[in-house]
């Protein structure tokens, strides 16, 4: 009788130790509507064409030799999923409690702040590109250049700046007024 529960509990601790394993992602395959990767466990087993579940509105592409759970259904080895991918390489870090990030290995950052602001960290050299209308619910205040696709704040001032009206009375020999008394600055 001890032998059959041996058995039965055996098989029942190996299904329960196989639930989740540690997976390191060998490949990524992001043509389909659900990813499928490669990984490696920790085990040293390799395991093919699993499907990696994401957030709903979150899609990443891990790189190789990024981390994550294998989670083996009804303790099953037949039927995996990938789920919780990170990658240490390039997580940044000194977060505090309650911040939010999306990540690159690119160096593009966007922080949901603990103070409430929002920070957008583009790659190294590269712009922050909107596609479509911004509208601004408050003031906007820029460090570098302003420009649109007529020119720069720099150079309307310096055509506001120097700018003069034919003057009414000639009497004084000017024929123009002088530049504005306040200058844009």
């Known amino acids: 009788m001890g032998s059959v529960i041996d058995k039965a509990l055996a098989s ?10 540690r997976a390191v992602v060998q490949l990524v395959d992001d043509s389909a509507g659900l990813q499928r990767v490669q990984v490696e466990t920790l085990a040293g087993r390799d395991h093919d064409s699993l499907t990696h579940l994401q957030p709903y509105g979150l899609s990443a592409v891990p790189e190789p030799g990024a981390e994550g759970l294998v989670l083996n259904i009804g303790g099953a080895t037949g039927h995996h ?11 940044p870090t000194g977060g505090l409690p309650g911040e939010v ?5 690119f160096g593009q950052l966007i922080e949901l702040k603990a103070d409430g602001s929002i920070a957008l960290t583009p790659a190294a050299g590269q712009p922050i590109v909107v596609n479509g209308d911004i509208t601004v619910n408050g003031n906007v205040v820029a460090t ?5 696709a007529l020119g720069s704040l720099t150079e309307m001032r310096g055509v506001f700046n120097a700018h003069v009206h034919p003057e009414n009375d000639n009497a004084g020999g000017n024929p123009n007024t002088g530049a504005p008394l306040t200058p844009m600055a």
Do not use: K, N, Q
Request: charged share 40%; glycine share 4%.
């Open 12 to 21: 029942l601790r190996r299904r329960v130790r196989l639930l989740i394993l």
């Open 81 to 91: 999923v990938l789920i919780a991918v990170d990658d240490r390489r390039h997580r």
């Open 101 to 105: 990030r999306y990540y690159s290995r």
């Open 144 to 148: 570098g250049e302003v420009s649109d």
